[in-house]
Every structure is written in C-alpha cells, then in structure tokens.
C-alpha cells in the first residue's frame, strides 16, 4: 500500500477536486515578457486525472515516457502508464495546489518545474493524508507539433508521513 500511497501522492496533485484551479500562476526563475506556455497543459493534464479520463491522460504521454516515483519506482511507456492511472483514479480523490517556480524550453524540449500540495482521500475509507513535494515534467515536441511528456519525477518532502 505504502507504493501506492507514493504514486498517488504524484498523481494525485493532478486530480484537482471540483471548484479547485488546477495551477497557480507560473513564476518562472527567469523574467520572461511571454506567458507560461505549458501552464495549459498542466491544467489539461490535472483535469483529465481529475475527471478520470484515462485515454487522454495517457495521451498527453509519449510512447516511450518515463513516470519516476518518490518511491525510486519507474512505470515506462503508455501502457504501463495507463495501468498505473487506472490503479490510482480508482483508489484516491484529491485537492491538488501546485506551483510551477521554472519553465524553459530549448528546441524539441522543454521543462517545467515547482511544488506541489495534496490532500488524498482514499476513496474506499474517506481516509486522508496531507503530501507535499517537488515535481519535474519533462516535454518533447512529437512530429505533429504537439507536446508530450516524456518524463515525469516527483519526490516527496521528507515531513509527509509514510503508510
């Protein structure tokens, strides 16, 4: 259960409960005069998880992403991915806080990362466990134009009770 709790502390920053922003307002390190250009797509991406659309959650993946846990585990590719999702939206709800502190994006790749704050809710005991941590998504531009992750590393503060 203790993976589990991991992994969905993860995933769970992205399943915003209803009524709640998805994203905070980017403030990259660097002073840019253009906007956040993936804070669409995080929020994308914490809708999908929200609403339990695993096809398009799996879809804002590359086919050979990497998702890395706080737990030292790695799930590679979609369908493992997708596994993962199904296993994790069937199990928790969650409130959801992130900020994103640095985007930059260089030719086919970019990144974004920050912090996140989550209450999970297991779903079957209405249990609830406060997580906090930092993330990493990695971006590459598919032939189309389009972003995908293509890796995804999450940790969790060290004050986050394990279970």
Request: negative net charge; without cysteine.
């Amino acid at each position: 259960m203790s993976r589990w709790i991991l992994v969905s502390g993860m995933l769970a920053w992205s399943a915003v409960a209803a009524g709640q922003s998805a994203s905070a307002a980017a403030t990259p390190a660097i002073q840019s005069a253009t906007p956040d250009p993936f804070a669409t797509l995080r929020e994308e991406w914490a809708r999908n998880l929200h609403n339990k659309r695993i096809d398009a959650s799996v879809a804002e993946y590359a086919e050979d992403a990497d998702f890395l846990d706080p737990g030292a585990n790695n799930t590679h590719g979609t369908a493992a991915i997708r596994k993962l999702f199904e296993t994790v939206t069937a199990t928790f709800d969650s409130d959801l806080t992130f900020h994103s502190s640095r985007v930059e994006n260089s030719g086919d790749l970019a990144y974004d990362s920050g912090s996140y704050h989550v209450t999970l809710t297991v779903r079957a005991t209405g249990k609830q466990q406060k997580i906090s941590g930092n993330y990493l998504t990695i971006y590459r531009r598919s032939k189309n134009g389009a972003w995908l992750i293509v890796e995804q590393m999450w940790t969790m503060a060290a004050n986050t009770p394990a279970q």
